[in-house]
């Protein structure tokens, strides 16, 4: 089944590794109160996830001057199967190929050939949605593996506003969203920290609905430096 396709629409920057996760801010009309917010329970399961209706605004970034065609690192460009394993739910660290975890080469390898100093990554059932604008690591001149999966992972980690679950499109997308944000909970065995993660509410990546299969990044028609993140 191919991956599910979401988009963010502004910008975000990250520095990985970062010393303090930056805070991910919503715009001024947002109606998001504060602490984190808990979805209302859910006691019907619904079959898969809805699907949206997608398409890439020109990118607001300036384009970088690039001689010639951009290519992803054979760990991060899309493919069947996808390049490596990874749950998004989870902190990059839990990242292997072939059932091995990656080097610590591979992942301070560049992102892109040629080497890019930032990138972009969308991706389409985010509430109101978010760019993530992947920068390179502390004194780094490019973008590394390492950098974008540690900037996609803090994005979905960031917390949701009541504001945006009920922006959401219908009842069952809300419905969905809830599902995923209790399933992710009760795969946590301890219950010390299945309560804090509940405590925490529903984050960015239970908008995806349960499709949190990294499947790889593909190229878009805004540039050379904007990717799409295709999970399943």
């Known amino acids: 089944m191919p991956g599910r396709h979401v988009r963010f629409a502004s910008s975000n920057v990250y520095h990985s590794p970062p010393a303090q996760v930056p805070s991910l801010t919503y715009s001024p009309s947002s109606l998001s109160s504060p602490g984190p917010f808990t979805p209302p329970s859910i006691p019907v399961v619904l079959p898969g996830p809805s699907p949206y209706a997608f398409s890439l605004p020109p990118s607001r970034h300036p384009q970088p001057k690039i001689p010639g065609p951009i290519h992803m690192h054979s760990l991060l460009g899309l493919s069947y199967p996808p390049p490596i394993n990874y749950d998004l739910t989870l902190p990059p ?128 028609s805004s540039g050379p430096d904007v990717w799409l993140l295709n999970i399943s």
């Open 93 to 220: 660290s839990t990242v292997s190929t072939h059932h091995h975890s990656l080097s610590k080469r591979s992942l301070s390898e560049p992102a892109t050939n040629p080497p890019l100093p930032s990138l972009t990554v969308v991706t389409p059932h985010l509430p109101r949605g978010r760019t993530i604008l992947v920068t390179a690591s502390r004194n780094g001149a490019f973008v590394t593996v390492s950098d974008v999966l540690d900037a996609i992972y803090h994005a979905l980690r960031a917390n949701v506003s009541s504001a945006d679950y009920y922006s959401l499109p219908s009842q069952k997308d809300m419905q969905r969203v809830t599902l995923a944000y209790e399933a992710r909970c009760k795969r946590i065995r301890d219950s010390r920290a299945y309560a804090e993660e509940k405590r925490q509410g529903a984050k960015r990546v239970d908008f995806l609905m349960g499709l949190t299969k990294f499947m790889g990044l593909s190229r878009t």
